[in-house]
Nanobody, 114 residues
Framework: QVQLVESGGGLVQPGGSLRLSCAAS????????MGWYRQAPGKQRELVAA???????MYADSVKGRFTISRDNAKNTVYLQLNSLKPEDTAVYYC????????WGQGTQVTVSS
């Protein structure tokens, strides 16, 4: 079993940047597919980016070229770099870990507003 704790959210102006971190406890972190999801008010949770155990990455079309997911297996941490932020990126961002089961963090709020 793994526990996930996100950090790094906040309020940022349009065009700004943030870096989200997700620290994982437990073993076998390097084997997990890790992902970032987000959920805006009144909308369904959606996949933003994911990175596999061999560091293959994928992105939602809406964030390609602006967001970057990475992982540091030595630190049991996955990151999401958010650049060129837009108001429509405003959401609660959740970290997900998947091996045989899905594990979720508590979420971190990202608000993009002037």
């Amino acid at each position: 079993q793994v526990q996930l704790v996100e950090s790094g959210g906040g309020l940022v102006q349009p065009g700004g940047s943030l870096r989200l971190s997700c620290a994982a406890s437990g073993s076998n972190f390097s084997r997990y597919r890790m992902g970032w999801y987000r959920q805006a008010p009144g909308k369904q949770r959606e996949l933003v980016a994911a990175i596999t155990s061999d560091s293959t990455t994928m992105y939602a079309d809406s964030v390609k070229g602006r967001f970057t997911i990475s992982r540091d297996n030595a630190k049991n941490t996955v990151y999401l770099q958010l650049n060129s932020l837009k108001p429509e990126d405003t959401a609660v961002y959740y970290c997900n870990g998947r091996l045989y089961y899905d594990y979720w963090g508590q979420g971190t709020q990202v608000t993009v507003s002037s």
